[in-house]
């Protein structure tokens, strides 16, 4: 029996077809940021396909915005660890 839906990640790349207009429109630099979300995307695919959303671009939105909380985690917990580390110079200067 074949599937009734097709997959997530191929409604993700039909999604990435009717973006490259708008894609192609953007700066060159940015062109590389908006790669990147849809890369975010294509991470969590998986977790996508698992909503199975009559409007895929939901899990396509909160995959990217899952991704950059993450990212940002990871930055302010690297902030943390080098002001840390700033304070335990600082003291051993003083």
Do not use: C, K
């Not at 060159?28 to 979300?37: M, N, P």
């Not at 990871?74 to 840390?84: I, N, Q």
């Amino acid at each position: 029996m074949g599937r009734t839906n097709p997959t997530f990640r191929n409604v993700l790349r039909g999604l990435e077809d009717e973006w490259q207009e708008y894609r192609r429109a953007l700066r060159h630099q940015d062109q590389e940021h908006f790669d990147q979300l849809l890369t975010y995307a294509r991470d969590h695919a998986d977790a996508g396909g698992q909503l199975n959303h009559v409007e895929p671009m939901y899990p396509v939105l909160f995959s990217i915005a899952l991704e950059q909380e993450i990212r940002l985690a990871a930055l302010e917990e690297h902030v943390r660890a080098l002001e840390t580390e700033t304070e335990d110079t600082d003291s051993d200067s003083a």
